[in-house]
């Protein structure tokens, strides 16, 4: 019944309705008989309203269908779909290279965001290895922040443990034999430490792919060992062209596991270290962890002058970074031996001025530097003077 049958005037119904102060038989049963037809039209009004509702869902979803392909034969005229397969490849690859710094792989890889936008950046994902080579784990130093920026209500250690392991071996199995590129922070808090050992020992089954490394190790004793294995080998990290260690001490004794053999491995061209410790450099029982083979070296310990003299065991060193410089040592002669000669080709200090105070460069009147290219000297602290 269309929806023009029914006319009723509520402006017409109540002034009857007040005058009316009693029904006669007649009356009543007229009224009773029109009030249940009423009902009738009232049924058949929510069906119509019903059947109109329906009739405008329909209409809004088939415009969101014509919207969709709309935007779909507009991507397909997009002029990156004109580009060659092996250009975007080399496209997502530069992408991959600086995303994986930012996004560690906590469940998601940034292949896996290409992957995503359509079959044909799935399918060019899927099929090279190199996207899926580049590989950076927090460990667990970041567990609270890295488990909530994903799945808020999951921060379980078992929970994050399992995705990292799976997301790593699903990128070492989709790199294939691609060159590995590896960030690592490595926490071995005790309740850490089992789990940061065993994503380490996952990358070291693939070593011999390794072609560049940024590692941070707040201990050297599981790892040192997980190390140990690979550095056994005849030729251990044949690719290695790059390796970076953040440590906190330089040197140890001589009963720890020393990582010098990495100063001599084949292939690599870079060795920086940064560490924050150096105040044992002076003690007979202990000597360098990584050998004398690093080419940059940033320390975060206060140096004064006569503590440079352990740079006398680095023959290849090239950039020395001291941010926190603190120049002669009151009362204490400069050692004739500190820093004879040396390799270095950049030096930075920023010394530390205290209020009140000055920093004497005593260091530069037997500074012998013959491959000296840049020198950079800065300050801060609290004194309004120079240098």
């Not at 100063?263 to 962890?289: A, N």
Request: a negative charge; aromatic letters at 6%.
């Amino acid at each position: 019944m269309p929806i023009t049958s029914f006319d009723y005037d509520i402006r017409q119904t109540i002034p009857q309705l007040s005058l009316v102060l009693r029904l006669s038989t007649c009356q009543y049963q007229y009224r009773e008989s029109k009030t249940a037809s009423i009902a009738q039209d009232i049924a058949l009004l929510a069906q119509e309203i019903e059947r109109g509702e329906r009739i405008v869902e329909s209409l809004k979803q088939s415009r969101l269908n014509a919207l969709l392909h709309m935007k779909m034969g507009e991507a397909l005229l997009a002029p990156i779909a004109k580009l060659p397969r092996e250009l975007l490849e080399e496209i997502f690859q530069h992408y991959c290279r600086d995303e994986y710094e930012e996004l560690p792989l906590i469940g998601e890889h940034p292949a896996d965001k290409l992957s995503s936008v359509c079959t044909l950046w799935r399918d060019i994902a899927q099929s090279s290895p190199m996207l899926w080579s580049y590989v950076h784990l927090p460990g667990f130093s970041l567990l609270g922040s890295a488990t909530s920026a994903n799945n808020p209500d999951d921060h379980t250690l078992p929970a994050y443990a399992a995705t990292a392991k799976e997301t790593l071996a699903r990128c070492l199995a989709l790199s294939k034999d691609a060159s590995l590129h590896i960030i690592f922070s490595c926490n071995m808090r005790s309740d850490l430490k089992g789990i940061n050992v065993d994503l380490l020992h996952q990358m070291l089954v693939h070593s011999r792919r390794w072609s560049s490394a940024d590692i941070t190790l707040d201990s050297l004793d599981a790892v040192s060992r997980a190390f140990s294995r690979v550095l056994s080998e005849s030729s251990p990290f044949p690719c290695l062209q790059q390796l970076h260690l953040q440590i906190g001490d330089l040197y140890a004794p001589h009963n720890e596991f020393q990582m010098s053999r990495l100063s001599s491995l084949p292939s690599l061209r870079q060795f920086s270290v940064t560490c924050y410790d150096i105040s044992q450099h002076s003690s007979p029982s202990c000597k360098s962890l990584i050998g004398s083979g690093i080419t940059s070296l940033d320390v975060f310990d206060e140096i004064h002058d006569n503590d440079l003299i352990f740079l006398n065991q680095f023959d290849r060193l090239r950039h020395l970074y001291l941010p926190n410089y603190q120049g002669a040592r009151l009362g204490s002669a400069l050692c004739e031996a500190a820093v004879h000669s040396s390799s270095i080709r950049h030096l930075v200090l920023r010394a530390k001025i205290h209020l009140h105070t000055t920093v004497t460069l005593t260091l530069f009147s037997q500074l012998c530097l013959p491959n000296l290219h840049s020198l950079e000297i800065s300050q801060f602290g609290l004194s309004p003077d120079g240098v």
